[in-house]
C-alpha cells in the first residue's frame, strides 16, 4: 500500500510552505510571482496580484495561512463547478468530446487533437482524459475558475467597447449569469467606452467633418480639421456630439445583449445544438441591426451636434427637438439603410478575420493554452480594422444622409443613398469614399488600450477578477 492521500488542508499547507521561502509564515507578492514561475502553473501576468488581491482579508499586503487556505477553498468550489459544467456525462473525468463541446459552445470549431493537446498539458496519468484532481491541480493557483475566464482566449470577447459599434456580444455562462457576474462585466465594458470615447472624441468629430465638408475643392487635412475646429469654437469644441455617443452606450448595449440572446434561442431552439460562426454571425448581426434601429435617432443628433457651429444647440434635448421641429419624425433615420447594410461586411469579416487570426496563432503555438490578452486584444484590432474597412463607404454615405437632411432646401431624390454613392464616386473617385479614414484608424489603438486599462481597473472595483 502506498501513503495516504493528503488530506486538502495538508495538500494546501504544503503549498503555502513551497511558495513561502523565508519561512516567515507570510507569502508576498514576489514569492508569489516566483512561486506560480517555479511551479510552472500556466497563468496571466497578473496573477500574483489578483490570488493576493483576492485572499488578503486584513490588507497588510501579505498572505499567511489562513488567508491562503481560506482563499484555495473557495476557489476550489468554483472549481468544482466549472468541471462540472465540463464533465457532460457526469463520469468525472473530462475528454476531448466535452472539451469540443465546450469550445463550439463558444462558437470555435476546434480538432480533435487541438482538444488532446488542452487535455495533455493537465493530464499527468497519459489517459488523454482529465479527472477531478488533475483539473484542481492545474488550475488551483489560476486565478480563472469560470468556464468563461478560464477557455475566454478561444472566443471573440467584444464586452471591450473601442469606440464604434461592434456587432457581435460576448456570451455568458450560467455560473456568470447566477451571480450577477454579467452585469458587473457589463457596466465594467460600458463605462471603458465612455472613457475611451471620451479621449478620443476630437479624432471622431474630424472624422465627421471629413466625411460630410472634405472634397477634392475644400481638402480638409488632419491639422487643418483641428485648428479650425478650435478656432471656430475653442477647444471645448473639440468634444462637441461626445456626449451623446456616450450615453448612447448603456441602452445600444443592453437593446444588442438582451436580443442577442432571445435571437439565439430561437436559432439553436430546434436542434439543441450550440450555435456555430454562421449562427453566432446571424446572431449577432440581428441583434446589432435591433439596438441599432432603436438608438439610431441618437446616430443622426451626434452627428448634427459634430457638424453643428458654436451657440447652434445649446443641449442634446435642443438639438432633437429643433429636429422634430423642422424636419419632422422621419429625419431622425435619415441613413437607417446605409447603417444597416453597413452592419453586414462589418459582423461578417469582423468575426471571420479574428476566428482565423486566432486559430493561427493557436495552431504555431499550440503548445500553450492561453495566447494572453495582448495577443487577442491585436487580433481583435486587426479584425476590427478590416471589417470597417469594408463597411466605411456605407458609414461615409450614412453620414451625409444625415447631415443632408439639414440643408435648405432639401432635396430627398438628391441625397438617396444611390444617388450620393454615384456623386460621390464621379466628383470625388475611389479614394471620396474613404474620407475621414485617418483619424478614424489614428483613434483605434488609443481606444482599445484605454479601453482595457478602464476595464480592468473598473472589473476590480466592481469585484470582477481579471482575465
Given at each position: 500500500m502506498g501513503p495516504p492521500a493528503m488530506t486538502s488542508e495538508e495538500r494546501m499547507?504544503?503549498?503555502?510552505?513551497?511558495?513561502?521561502?523565508?519561512?516567515?509564515?507570510?507569502?508576498?507578492?514576489?514569492?508569489?510571482?516566483?512561486?506560480?514561475?517555479l511551479l510552472g502553473t500556466p497563468v496571466q501576468e497578473n496573477a500574483g496580484e489578483v490570488i493576493l488581491r483576492a485572499g488578503d482579508t486584513n490588507k497588510d499586503g501579505k498572505l499567511d495561512l489562513e488567508e491562503f487556505t481560506r482563499y484555495l477553498k473557495e476557489h476550489e468550489k468554483k472549481l468544482r463547478l466549472t468541471f462540472k459544467s465540463l464533465d457532460r456525462n457526469n463520469d468525472g473525468r473530462i475528454d476531448a468530446s466535452e472539451i469540443l463541446h465546450a469550445m463550439e459552445h463558444l462558437g470555435l470549431h476546434i480538432t480533435l487533437t487541438q482538444a488532446e493537446n488542452i487535455l495533455k498539458s493537465m493530464d499527468k496519468d497519459n489517459t488523454i482524459q482529465v479527472d477531478w484532481n488533475e483539473w484542481r491541480d492545474f488550475y488551483l493557483l489560476n486565478p480563472a475558475s469560470s468556464v468563461q475566464e478560464i477557455l475566454q482566449y478561444w472566443k471573440h470577447t467584444t464586452v471591450l467597447d473601442v469606440g464604434d459599434s461592434l456587432t457581435v456580444p460576448d456570451e455568458f455562462t450560467e455560473e456568470e449569469r447566477t451571480t450577477g457576474l454579467w452585469w458587473r462585466q457589463l457596466v465594467a465594458g460600458g463605462g471603458a467606452?465612455?472613457?475611451?470615447?471620451t479621449c478620443t472624441a476630437p479624432l471622431d468629430r474630424l472624422k465627421v467633418i471629413m466625411q460630410v465638408k472634405s472634397s477634392r475643392s475644400n481638402h480638409i487635412g488632419l491639422i487643418g480639421g483641428l485648428r479650425t475646429?478650435?478656432?471656430?469654437?475653442?477647444?471645448?469644441?473639440?468634444w462637441r456630439g461626445n456626449g451623446v455617443n456616450v450615453v448612447k452606450i448603456a441602452p445600444e448595449t443592453a437593446i444588442k445583449f438582451t436580443s442577442y440572446e432571445?435571437?439565439?434561442?430561437?436559432?439553436?431552439?430546434?436542434?439543441?445544438?450550440?450555435l456555430g460562426i454562421a449562427e453566432r454571425f446571424m446572431s449577432g448581426s440581428l441583434a446589432g441591426a435591433?439596438?441599432?434601429?432603436?438608438?439610431?435617432?441618437?446616430?443622426?443628433?451626434k452627428t448634427r451636434l459634430a457638424l453643428g457651429q458654436t451657440g447652434e444647440y445649446t443641449s442634446i434635448v435642443d438639438c432633437g427637438r429643433k429636429i422634430l421641429q423642422r424636419q419632422g419624425l422621419r429625419a431622425f433615420y435619415k441613413g437607417y439603410m446605409p447603417n444597416i447594410l453597413g452592419i453586414i461586411p462589418y459582423a461578417g469579416i469582423d468575426l471571420a478575420i479574428y476566428e482565423t487570426l486566432?486559430?493561427?496563432?493557436?495552431?504555431?503555438?499550440?503548445?500553450?493554452v492561453n495566447p494572453g490578452v495582448f495577443v487577442l486584444l491585436g487580433c481583435a484590432t486587426a479584425s476590427s480594422t478590416c471589417g470597417q474597412l469594408a463597411s466605411y463607404p456605407l458609414v461615409l454615405v450614412r453620414t451625409r444622409m444625415q447631415a443632408a437632411a439639414s440643408q435648405q432646401p432639401f432635396d430627398a431624390k438628391q441625397v438617396s443613398m444611390s444617388n450620393l454613392f454615384r456623386s460621390i464616386w464621379r466628383n470625388e473617385g475611389f479614394?471620396?469614399?474613404?474620407?475621414?479614414?485617418v483619424p478614424?484608424?489614428?483613434?483605434?489603438?488609443?481606444?482599445v488600450g484605454i479601453s482595457y486599462v478602464v476595464y480592468e481597473n473598473i472589473k476590480r472595483t466592481l469585484g470582477v477578477g481579471s482575465h
Open positions: 499547507r504544503e503549498l503555502f510552505e513551497r511558495l513561502d521561502t523565508d519561512g516567515n509564515g507570510q507569502i508576498d507578492i514576489e514569492e508569489l510571482r516566483a512561486g506560480l514561475q467606452g465612455a472613457v475611451s470615447r475646429m478650435v478656432r471656430e469654437g475653442g477647444l471645448k469644441s473639440l432571445q435571437i439565439k434561442k430561437l436559432i439553436g431552439s430546434e436542434s439543441g445544438k450550440p435591433t439596438a441599432q434601429t432603436v438608438i439610431y435617432p441618437m446616430e443622426v443628433v486566432k486559430n493561427r496563432w493557436l495552431q504555431k503555438h499550440n503548445e500553450r479614394s471620396g469614399l474613404y474620407r475621414g479614414l478614424n484608424f489614428m483613434k483605434v489603438i488609443p481606444a
